[in-house]
């Protein structure tokens, strides 16, 4: 209830309204049509006031949020890519251990990939 929702959030309730006109918030809708906040609604709902506080105006609050999104969405995308580069780079590495090792009068170095040897040149003087 925006009652119990401005209570928790030591907002007027006629503010809580503003905030979800201006899209800040968006609570939740029971059967009848009444605004169900929930924990993480509280929780912005404290975040906009902290910042409203500290002289930012609900513009600048939009921005902020938006950016704050913006953030968590580029870190998740990030760990998608970083899982799918992972997952890439051991595909790679099982494809080269399953391939045959060609024989080679040359040693391989204890640190470069199966069935490649390293041939050192030396210029002639």
């Not at 906040?37 to 939009?62: C, N, P, Q, W």
């Not at 251990?97 to 050192?120: F, H, I, W």
């Amino acid at each position: 209830m925006i009652s119990v929702a401005a209570q928790l959030s030591g907002l007027h309730p006629q503010t809580l309204r503003t905030y979800e006109r201006v899209g800040l918030i968006t609570p939740g809708r029971t059967g009848g049509g009444g605004r169900r906040y929930s924990y993480r609604d509280i929780e912005r709902l404290r975040e906009i006031a902290d910042l409203t506080a500290s002289g930012i105006g609900i513009e600048g609050v939009r921005r902020i949020l938006d950016l704050e999104n913006a953030v968590v969405a580029l870190r998740s995308r990030n760990a998608e890519l970083v899982a799918e580069l992972d997952a890439a780079h051991e595909a790679l590495r099982q494809a080269l251990a399953a391939r045959p090792v060609p024989r080679s009068n040359l040693p391989a170095l204890p640190d470069t990939p199966v069935g490649q040897s390293v041939v050192v040149w030396r210029r002639h003087s």
